[in-house]
């Protein structure tokens, strides 16, 4: 049974450009969380999907930043005309119920 | 805001020494879990906590839930140089067990 997927694992955008980052959950698994980690700091909640249903998304900047997770493919977190501050580790977990997330192995962005 | 206290920030150690890592909230949690995550790699789950006064065993690592299900220690026994790494440890919190998460130990067990 595959893991959490997340591809690209490192993302190099200059400021103003897109960043798309894919989280594939295991399988099974109906419940994707996105997580931020900043360097030297904790990781940070940020959105909380379902199968074509944003839950929970109280930790993501409400602007430039948009999750999605269709019903076919994988969770997508999108970020727009990215910044130099949005350089850091994206995590994705997945749960098949409200309980152990397992997570992906991550992308780290970097922004020039 | 719900914050988790973990602490020590740092430790190094010798081989063979026992360890506790503490997690301290005033907030309750659902439930806790504990990742150890390598550098460059996503946080690995090690253990989930429930039930209030909880302990589990993990071969040398012991793990456990406060009474009021608000704070968790995690001890090593006998540590070895392969158990180097950050140990994180998160809430579960709210309806969608969104996780709060600790700063991390930092461990460094050297032979």
């Known amino acids: 049974n595959a893991g959490v997927m997340q591809n690209p694992r490192h993302l190099v955008r200059r400021r103003g450009q897109e960043a798309r980052l894919r989280c594939s959950p295991m399988k099974g698994h109906s419940h994707v969380y996105w997580y931020r980690q900043l360097p030297e700091e904790g990781l940070k909640f940020m959105v909380y999907?379902?199968?074509?249903?944003?839950?929970?998304e109280s930790g993501m900047p409400k602007e430039r930043f948009s999750a999605e997770f269709p019903k076919e493919g994988p969770s997508i977190l999108r970020i727009q005309q990215v910044v130099r501050g949005d350089s850091a580790a994206y995590f994705c977990?997945?749960?098949?119920?409200?309980?152990?997330?397992?997570f992906g192995p991550g992308t780290r962005l970097t922004v020039l | 805001t719900q914050l988790l206290e973990q602490s020590p920030q740092f430790l190094s150690i010798q081989e063979g020494e026992n360890l506790t890592v503490y997690c301290n909230s005033s907030?309750?949690?659902?439930?806790l879990q504990w990742y150890r995550q390598e550098p460059g790699e996503g946080p690995v789950l090690l253990v989930t906590?429930?039930?209030?006064?909880e302990v589990k065993k993990l071969k040398r690592l012991t793990f456990q839930f406060g009474d009021a299900r608000k704070d968790s220690s995690l001890h090593i026994t006998a540590a070895q140089p392969g158990d180097t790494g950050l140990y994180l440890c998160?809430?579960?919190?709210?309806?969608?067990?969104?996780?709060?998460f600790g700063a991390g130990t930092r461990l460094a067990v050297h032979p």
């Open positions: 999907l379902q199968k074509e249903n944003i839950i929970d």
């Open positions: 998160a809430g579960a919190t709210g309806g969608y067990n969104k996780l709060i």
């Open positions: 907030s309750v949690f659902s439930s």
């Open positions: 906590v429930v039930t209030g006064g």
């Open positions: 977990a997945s749960s098949p119920e409200w309980n152990e997330q397992f």
